[in-house]
């Protein structure tokens, strides 16, 4: 079983629409969970961190953490064209090793 | 990139011959990382730097060795490139263990 599992997609929606992306896990360690955002060519880049269960809001991005269903969302709210990148999710027990998952690739349509 | 300078940016080299890939970073941050992302793995960690002179080995660590001289500088060496090792490389830092990794904007490297 692969310590993380991530729909690859593509997934297409228009501008505006509400964005849902997913990653599963199997390691119970795991403390930080984490989501890059990363656009063509690009290294990624951190979008959001969190160490526990629930929800964690900024700006049009949430992040939502469930721990007894090893489960992890990033929600985008009135998507923009600009929000097209590959997502990955990421995660950690220890702070070194992380486990990233393959990516979402999202394209917003104008 | 977080003052994270990753060179060269392409690069393409025949199987059999040495390669180096440099990160430099102006953030003074201990921790520095060496991973390669590749479709279908995700990203995956390589080597890793806890400060000068100290380093170890990642989850792919075989066919590359590193070395950190100085802070802001972290070499990844591919002793003798094979095909398998044509992948995008991008180095991170992180001032420590708990807190968030920045990555640079990667190395493109093509093993003919």
């Known amino acids: 079983q692969k310590e993380v599992e991530q729909d690859p997609g593509p997934l297409s929606v228009p501008e505006g629409a509400i964005v849902s992306l997913n990653c599963t896990y199997s390691?119970?360690?795991?403390?930080?969970f984490m989501w890059y955002r990363q656009y063509s060519r690009k290294g990624p880049e951190l979008l959001m961190y969190?160490?526990?269960?629930g929800n964690k809001e900024d700006g049009r991005f949430t992040a939502q953490v469930d721990k007894s269903s090893k489960y992890i969302s990033l929600f985008i709210r009135d998507s923009q064209p600009s929000d097209s990148a590959t997502y990955l999710c990421?995660?950690?027990?220890?702070?070194?090793?992380?486990?990233f998952g393959t990516g979402t690739s999202l394209t917003v349509i104008p | 990139d977080a003052g994270i300078t990753q060179s060269p940016r392409h690069k393409v080299t025949e199987t059999g011959t040495p390669v180096t890939l440099r990160c430099h970073q102006t953030?003074?941050?201990?921790?520095m990382y060496w991973y390669r992302q590749d479709p279908g793995h995700g990203l995956r960690l390589i080597h890793y730097?806890?400060?000068?002179?100290?380093?170890d080995k990642g989850e792919v660590s075989d066919g590359y060795s590193v070395s950190r001289s100085k802070t802001e500088d972290f070499l990844l060496t591919l002793e003798s490139a094979t095909s398998s090792q044509t992948s995008v490389y991008f180095c991170?830092?992180?001032?420590?263990?708990?807190?968030?990794?920045?990555f640079g904007a990667g190395t493109r490297l093509s093993v003919l």
């Open positions: 730097s806890y400060g000068v002179k100290d380093t």
């Open positions: 969190t160490y526990s269960s």
């Open positions: 991170a830092i992180s001032e420590s263990v708990e807190t968030r990794k920045y």
């Open positions: 953030e003074n941050h201990r921790y």
């Open positions: 990421a995660f950690s027990n220890t702070g070194n090793q992380f486990y």
């Open positions: 390691n119970s360690a795991f403390q930080y």
